[in-house]
Each structure stands twice: as structure tokens, then as C-alpha cells.
């Protein structure tokens, strides 16, 4: 059987995405990677920025952000415009040929309005398909595909989706085809015990572990789908998963979570 080319999929949150040091220093990591990967990026803290400046107040439920008109009006223009240009405009400068895209552009990611027996998420995609055949011909004329939280319904609808969960299906999407890492990069060391302490790092995440933890209200808010969309990654294909600071592109070594079945 032919090796399987190697594709890291990595996807950028948090803290970095609003810290412009760390963000650029993200970016010069990421720009030394040598061959196949994607970027995902989120910018929640900035969407919610923007909403309570004109007056929306955000609403989160499991560490999903709840989406109306107005809101969807926000996080467009903050992850598809104002972050996801400012990242190319970055790799550019460090000679990375990066485009930039929601789901919509080349029907690249195509979701359906989430349909919840008791919750109304608005207009919260959940991803349904992939177009690998498209992302696999960018991949192969060296273009380094960069997405934001946004996805589309077909139908003209543009819907937000978690960056995490887009991380995962791109993931899964191209398991068949490449052998797969997804790496989950934001401020922190690492998935902790103790949200306070960056030296509490669980260097090896489980299932029965995370049930646990989860349980016991340990692990909560936005790493809930996070981890969720790690496990299910897994299940489907997808070779190696950490989660940690971004210096665990560079650094084989570097303190992290490995995510395993």
C-alpha cells in the first residue's frame, strides 16, 4: 500500500487570535511547517467585543454561541473579514501562500441550521459535507487553505460554526486521503485539571477520563465541544490529536494534551 502523504490540520483560538505578539508569532510557527496543511481560526472574544459595543449582549450555551440576524451580522464580519484578511495579509509576509475562506466560498463546507429539540442556536450551522476534491487540488498547487467560522446552507444562508468542530470534519474529511494531525492551538499549556494552574496539564486525555472530569464539572464551557469533536475525530480515522500552546508546532516536545481513544 502506497504511504500516505502527511496533512496537519490546525486550528487557532482563544487568547492568540486578540493578542497581536502572539498572534504574529503563531503565524511564523505555523509558516515553518513544512508541507500540507490547513488553518482554522475562531475569534469568539473579538465577535463578542463588537456585539457588546452595539449594544448585543452574547448568549452561550455549552460553550456555543447562540446566533440571531444581528449576531450573524457580527461574527461575518469579524471572522471572515476583519480576522481571517488580517491572518493571509500576515502569512503572505512570511511567504505563505494563504487564501481565505467561509464554507460558502467554492461550496467548500456546507452545513445545515442546527435542529434542536429544545434550544434555538439561530442560524448555527452543524457541518454536513466537505469538498475535499477542491481543498485537495488547492492543496496540491501549493495553496495553504485558511477558514473561518462560517459555513453556508446552499440555499443562501451563511451560518456560524464552531471553528473546533470545522477543525474536526476537515479533519475526518481528509483521514481517507492523508494521514492525519489535528492540532488544537490556543494560550494555554494543555487541557488542566485545574483551570488556574498551567502546570496541572493532563499529558494523556481518554474517554473514561473525560467522562469523569466532565462529571465532576472539571472540564466545562468551551472545551466541552472541543474535546467531543476530538473524540469523534479519532473514531473516524484521524491519525494524532494534541491540544496546547501554539510552540507545540515547533517543538516535538513541548508540554501538551494528546487526545486518545
Given at each position: 500500500m502506497?504511504?500516505?502523504?502527511s496533512?496537519q490540520?490546525?486550528?487557532i483560538g482563544?487568547n492568540?487570535?486578540?493578542?497581536?505578539?502572539e498572534?504574529?508569532?503563531?503565524?511564523t510557527?505555523?509558516?515553518?511547517i513544512?508541507g500540507?496543511k490547513?488553518?482554522?481560526?475562531?475569534?469568539?472574544?473579538s465577535?463578542?467585543?463588537?456585539?457588546k459595543?452595539?449594544?448585543?449582549?452574547?448568549?452561550m450555551?455549552d460553550g456555543?454561541?447562540v446566533?440571531?440576524a444581528?449576531?450573524?451580522?457580527v461574527?461575518v464580519m469579524?471572522?471572515?473579514?476583519?480576522?481571517n484578511k488580517?491572518?493571509?495579509?500576515?502569512?503572505?509576509?512570511?511567504n505563505?501562500?494563504a487564501?481565505?475562506f467561509?464554507?460558502?466560498?467554492?461550496?467548500?463546507?456546507?452545513?445545515?441550521?442546527r435542529d434542536?429539540?429544545?434550544?434555538?442556536?439561530?442560524?448555527v450551522?452543524d457541518?454536513?459535507?466537505?469538498?475535499t476534491p477542491?481543498?485537495?487540488?488547492?492543496?496540491?498547487?501549493g495553496i495553504?487553505p485558511?477558514?473561518?467560522a462560517?459555513?453556508?446552507?446552499k440555499d443562501?444562508q451563511?451560518?456560524?460554526?464552531?471553528a473546533?468542530?470545522?477543525?474536526?470534519?476537515?479533519?475526518i474529511?481528509?483521514?481517507?486521503v492523508?494521514e492525519?494531525?489535528?492540532?488544537?492551538?490556543?494560550e494555554?499549556p494543555?487541557?488542566?485539571?485545574?483551570?488556574?494552574?498551567d502546570?496541572?496539564?493532563i499529558?494523556?486525555m481518554?474517554a473514561e477520563?473525560?467522562?469523569?472530569?466532565?462529571?465532576?464539572?472539571a472540564?466545562h464551557s468551551?472545551?466541552?465541544?472541543?474535546?467531543d469533536?476530538?473524540?469523534?475525530?479519532l473514531?473516524?480515522?484521524v491519525k494524532?490529536?494534541?491540544?496546547?500552546?501554539?510552540n507545540l508546532l515547533?517543538?516535538?516536545?513541548s508540554?501538551?494534551?494528546?487526545?486518545?481513544?
Amino acid at each position: 500500500m502506497k504511504n500516505k502523504k502527511s496533512l496537519q490540520v490546525i486550528k487557532i483560538g482563544g487568547n492568540i487570535i486578540d493578542n497581536p505578539k502572539e498572534l504574529k508569532q503563531f503565524l511564523t510557527d505555523f509558516s515553518a511547517i513544512e508541507g500540507l496543511k490547513i488553518l482554522i481560526h475562531g475569534g469568539g472574544k473579538s465577535a463578542t467585543k463588537m456585539a457588546k459595543s452595539i449594544g448585543l449582549l452574547p448568549q452561550m450555551i455549552d460553550g456555543r454561541r447562540v446566533t440571531d440576524a444581528r449576531m450573524l451580522d457580527v461574527v461575518v464580519m469579524i471572522y471572515a473579514g476583519q480576522i481571517n484578511k488580517n491572518i493571509i495579509a500576515q502569512l503572505q509576509a512570511h511567504n505563505t501562500n494563504a487564501m481565505g475562506f467561509s464554507g460558502a466560498d467554492g461550496n467548500l463546507i456546507k452545513s445545515s441550521k442546527r435542529d434542536h429539540p429544545t434550544i434555538d442556536y439561530g442560524f448555527v450551522g452543524d457541518v454536513k459535507s466537505i469538498n475535499t476534491p477542491l481543498l485537495e487540488t488547492l492543496l496540491s498547487i501549493g495553496i495553504v487553505p485558511v477558514f473561518c467560522a462560517i459555513t453556508h446552507d446552499k440555499d443562501g444562508q451563511l451560518l456560524n460554526t464552531n471553528a473546533d468542530t470545522i477543525a474536526s470534519e476537515l479533519a475526518i474529511a481528509f483521514s481517507d486521503v492523508f494521514e492525519v494531525t489535528l492540532n488544537y492551538c490556543f494560550e494555554k499549556p494543555g487541557v488542566l485539571f485545574d483551570s488556574e494552574d498551567d502546570c496541572s496539564v493532563i499529558l494523556n486525555m481518554n474517554a473514561e477520563l473525560y467522562s469523569k472530569l466532565k462529571e465532576e464539572k472539571a472540564i466545562h464551557s468551551g472545551m466541552i465541544p472541543k474535546l467531543d469533536n476530538c473524540f469523534n475525530s479519532l473514531s473516524k480515522g484521524v491519525k494524532k490529536i494534541k491540544i496546547g500552546h501554539h510552540n507545540l508546532l515547533q517543538n516535538e516536545n513541548s508540554v501538551c494534551t494528546t487526545i486518545q481513544l
